[in-house]
């Protein structure tokens, strides 16, 4: 039973433009929401989290808004830059477990 | 410099090999975890140690045994697997498993199993 999903495993912007990344969930006792980022050959870093009391969480250029009545949490980087290309996961953290999605790729084109 | 170190990075091993997995967090935190990537899946939750003790197996197979002999240091023993467990094994650490806070993850050891 997944549940997180990341229904697009893969999305291209243009630099400079907004990407946004997409993430849906089953489990309405997740306390917090977290982004994960992941380059080719390395592990997955934490980029940005947000409380489930909360519905937006800003940090720079990464801003996560949730919307609990739909189960959807979304991430948006603005503008977007070619070293923001990587693996996107967001996870849900409920009882002690993380529970990720299967990851969105990010490729921003020059 | 992650603060989480996995050695070895790649591992090659036959079906009927013993190899070992090692993790070490230089982060002062307490909690440490096994996590299995396989290609298009979410990462799955292996094993998970909160100040040394194992707080949860997450029906992994046998073949699949961890040891955790210090706060610090993490071990997955691998023992006759099956070339599906070929996969991108991540360790992490968190300051404690209840708190929700972020786990910080090690770069992965990229096993193939033959």
């Known amino acids: 039973d997944q549940q997180v999903k990341q229904n697009s495993p893969s999305l291209s912007v243009q630099e400079g433009r907004i990407s946004i990344l997409n993430c849906d969930y089953t489990?309405?006792?997740?306390?917090?929401f977290l982004w994960y980022k992941k380059y080719p050959a390395e592990g997955p870093t934490f980029l940005i989290s947000?409380?489930?009391?909360?519905d937006k969480n800003e940090d720079g250029r990464f801003t996560v808004f949730l919307n609990k009545s739909a189960k959807h949490l979304s991430l948006h980087i603005v503008p977007s830059q070619p070293g923001d290309s990587a693996v996107y996961f967001c996870a849900g953290y409920n009882f002690n477990k993380f529970y990720f999605g299967s990851g969105t790729k990010l490729n921003v084109k020059p | 410099e992650t603060g989480v170190t996995q050695t070895p990075r790649h591992l090659v091993m036959g079906m009927t090999n013993k190899k070992s997995l090692k993790c070490e967090q230089h982060?002062?935190?307490?909690?440490m975890y096994w996590y299995k990537q396989s290609a298009k899946k979410p990462l799955e939750l292996m094993f998970v140690?909160?100040?040394?003790?194992?707080?949860e197996n997450n029906s992994v197979p046998s073949r699949f045994s961890p040891e955790c002999p210090n706060s610090s240091h993490l071990f997955l023993h691998l023992h006759t697997l099956q070339p599906e467990d070929s996969a991108l094994y991540l360790c992490a650490s968190s300051q404690d498993v209840a708190d929700g806070s972020a786990l910080h993850f090690g770069n992965g050891t990229r096993l193939t199993v033959t």
């Open positions: 489990n309405s006792m997740f306390d917090y």
């Open positions: 982060l002062g935190h307490n909690a």
């Open positions: 140690y909160n100040f040394k003790e194992q707080t």
């Open positions: 947000i409380s489930s009391i909360k």
